[in-house]
């Protein structure tokens, strides 16, 4: 049994967003689906967690768009923006607010990371109003989704240092702009999935919108059961001779209910006179239960169970003020979260109805977070655009894990782990500066530096303290010359952010292996260099080439400790080299009308010595490339699309073990769509169209992986089989 995760922000390379549009009178329309897939315990194969991407074609723009609309609704604005009117979607009748983001031309929407200590470095590529949604817990297709689309009055597509320093170095950032009309707005959808087995996974969403004069008050409601079937073997031989040892059938059910309510509130006086409070409340129950055959190649056959029980409790409140100052504006952003988990997992082996032994472990842990952040921008000031601020957090984390072995007689043995009772707090806080100006109509320089400091302790098991201190500049130099090219070149030094969970130890019982914890643990450091190269092409299509190279310092990877365990740690320095490429073209003038086609590829080659053999090898989880594809066509009322996707197996070098994950085909999804009015959207499709399996192979070394040629090794496979889904999506207002 083992974790595994496919997704579309594979280890080692960047998230992305699948992008296809098609062309009709509203043309120059560009669809951004956000595919993703992921899984739960002991799943190879992952669940796919789709966004239909739709597209209008001909007919549909005539009958949507209307004659009032021009035949291109796009202009170019100040800055470098291009501009889209909301009547430029209405052919795709959007029920929400991602929807729109979705269908951008060229934009790839990148949700954010909730998980990175601090409010900077959390933030995605969206912006509200010129302004940073205030909510961190949520990402933004979440925040996005519960914007109707009625409110939506335009879309600005332009380069991240408009936006302020945390989106600096972006090639494109897109500001939501909403109405200021009052009135209300809501949008609804259900759906379900059909699992192997014939049951039925339901899902749900509710969100609403009042705007009052100048205040809009925001309300929703979601819910998952995200629960699927799925089966799969293992097959463990001894090496080199190949003869068998142990071979499993197993069968894992998985239950996810979660709920999601939130609530937001938004003022908007003019420029400068805005302020945000927001709230959100999020429970998870996450149960797995895994029945396993056990055939050993000696002894009795065994009846072995795996549980896994997870709760899961998360809640935020935060908002933010902004008032003129100097000139320019000043804002005040506060934010505090707090987290608990309560894990238990429990693992009995029986064979011919005796119990021979059990072990158990639960984790409980309780994360906060309070953030500060106060920060003062003002633009044309002797032809400078002009930010400085500072931002202070306090993090803390809290666990204790306890893990006991069971014998045949009911005798429980605590099992001591390497920091499994501990106590990490970290005190941080960053001081900025960041400038930017036009050199020529052509040419922009955005340039600044920022100042981190932060004292970190750990106590409880194992005793650690110390400072850190870092500066980071960056540079980026934008070049939009008349005509289809844009050319960015932008260079910075960046730190990576420790996670917390990496201090503490935790057993894995699906995978029969410790994960020691590492109080001395150091951020990873790199330069980064990319150069990022686009041209449109036939319209509204795109091609796109970035090519990067980072120069990484004490790459975070894994690394053995004194206790014989296996933890994260510090290797040497490393490398990433980076190529991607985008290519979205409109398929009407080859004879498919209404057509469009994408594709991307995304290859990211790292290396750093191993702390075994000494040779060079990739950072454990990267992904040496990605491909992934789409179709759609939209006929009227109807569409209709095929999407693929395929990435190359990843490795974790761990002290004695090989551990790779793949999948034994592409993923690929079919779906139809139907709407019977602008205002509903009905969708059908399937998930898993080839049927295909996730693998993972485990190569073991004895004593460790100094050892030329593995011991034993072992084959994983899971399916959850063609998935078939449907879903409903309603707006009103």
């Known amino acids: 049994m083992f974790l595994f995760v496919q997704r579309l922000s594979v280890p080692g390379q960047s998230g992305r967003a699948v992008a296809t549009a098609a062309e009709g009178d509203c043309r120059g329309v560009l669809l951004a689906g956000s595919i993703v897939q992921s899984a739960g315990q002991d799943s190879p194969t992952g669940k796919g967690q789709r966004m239909t991407m739709r597209v209008g074609r001909l007919a549909a723009a005539l009958l949507l768009c209307g004659s009032a609309v021009p035949a291109l609704a796009q202009a170019s604005g100040p800055g470098g923006r291009n501009i889209y009117e909301a009547a430029f979607f209405a052919q795709f009748a959007p029920s929400n607010a991602l929807q729109i983001i979705e269908r951008v031309p060229g934009f790839q929407l990148d949700e954010g990371d909730t998980e990175v200590r601090g409010f900077a470095q959390a933030a995605g590529n969206v912006v509200i109003n010129g302004q940073r949604p205030s909510s961190k817990t949520d990402t933004l297709d979440v925040v996005l989704s519960r914007i109707p689309a009625s409110r939506v009055v335009r879309i600005e597509v332009g380069p991240g240092e408009l936006y302020g320093s945390d989106y600096s170095g972006r090639p494109q950032v897109v500001n939501l702009v909403l109405s200021d009309a009052g009135g209300v707005a809501g949008t609804a959808m259900a759906g379900a999935r059909r699992g192997y087995d014939g049951e039925l996974y339901p899902e749900g969403s509710l969100s609403g919108l009042v705007r009052r004069g100048a205040s809009t008050f925001n309300a929703a409601v979601e819910f998952d059961t995200d629960a699927v079937t799925e089966e799969g073997s293992d097959t463990i031989t001894a090496r080199p001779s190949g003869e068998l040892i142990e071979f499993r059938r197993k069968i894992n059910e998985t239950d996810e209910p979660n709920l999601n309510l939130s609530a937001a509130w938004a003022y908007d006086g003019g420029v400068n006179r805005t302020a945000h409070l927001n709230g959100r409340y999020f429970i998870d129950w996450f149960s797995l239960t895994q029945a396993n055959a056990v055939f050993p190649a000696v002894g009795p056959m065994r009846n072995d169970v795996l549980t896994q029980r997870y709760d899961f409790e998360e809640y935020e409140i935060g908002g933010d003020v902004t008032r003129p100052f100097a000139g320019g504006g000043l804002k005040l952003v506060g934010l505090a979260t707090r987290r608990n988990r309560n894990n238990v997992d429990a693992q009995v082996n029986r064979a011919g109805g005796l119990t021979l032994g059990s072990s158990d472990q639960t984790l409980d842990d309780r994360r906060e977070e309070t953030v500060g952040r106060l920060v003062w921008t003002r633009g044309a000031w002797s032809g400078w655009n002009v930010e400085a601020g500072a931002e202070a957090a306090l993090n803390i984390l809290d666990s204790d894990v306890d893990l006991f072995v069971v014998d045949g007689a009911g005798v429980r043995t605590r099992i001591d782990l390497p920091v499994d009772q501990a106590k990490v707090k970290e005190t941080r806080a960053e001081f900025f500066v960041n400038g930017g100006r036009a050199l020529s109509p052509t040419l922009r320089l955005d340039t600044g530096v920022t100042f981190e400091t932060s004292r970190l302790t750990v106590t409880g098991d194992a005793s650690a303290e110390r400072e850190l201190q870092f500066w980071k500049p960056k540079g980026t130099l934008d070049w939009r010359p008349k005509g289809p090219w844009h050319v960015q070149l932008s260079l910075a030094r960046t730190v990576a952010q420790l996670q917390f969970e990496d201090f503490i130890s935790l057993a894995e019982l699906s995978n029969d292996r410790v994960n020691g914890g590492n109080a001395n643990l150091v951020p990873q450091r790199a330069w980064e260099a990319l150069v990022t190269a686009e041209r449109k092409i036939l319209g509204d299509g795109l091609v796109k080439i970035e090519a990067g190279y980072n120069r990484v310092s004490l790459v975070q990877d894994r690394i053995p400790t004194p206790e014989g365990f296996d933890a994260p740690g510090n290797l040497g320095d490393g490398e990433e080299r980076i190529l991607r490429g985008t290519l979205d073209i ?83 999804e079919l779906f139809g769509e139907y709407r019977p009015s602008p205002l509903t959207t009905i969708t059908l499709g399937i998930e898993n169209l080839l049927n295909g399996r996730g693998i993972r192979k485990r190569s073991f070394f004895t004593p460790d992986r100094r050892t030329a040629e593995p011991s034993s090794f072992e084959y994983r496979e899971r399916n959850r089989h063609i998935m078939p889904f449907i879903t409903i999506k309603r707006n009103f207002g």
């Open 586 to 668: 409109p398929l009407t003038k080859a004879g498919i009308k209404g057509g469009r086609f994408n594709a991307y590829l995304s290859i990211v080659d790292t290396s750093v010595e191993d702390p075994y053999t000494g040779r060079d090898r990739r950072f454990s989880g990267n992904s040496l490339w990605y491909f992934e594809s789409s179709f759609r066509q939209d006929l009227g009322k109807f569409a209709w699309g095929i999407e693929l996707e395929r990435g190359s197996p990843s490795t974790y070098f761990r002290r004695n073990e090989l551990d790779t994950n793949s999948n034994d085909r592409p993923y690929v």
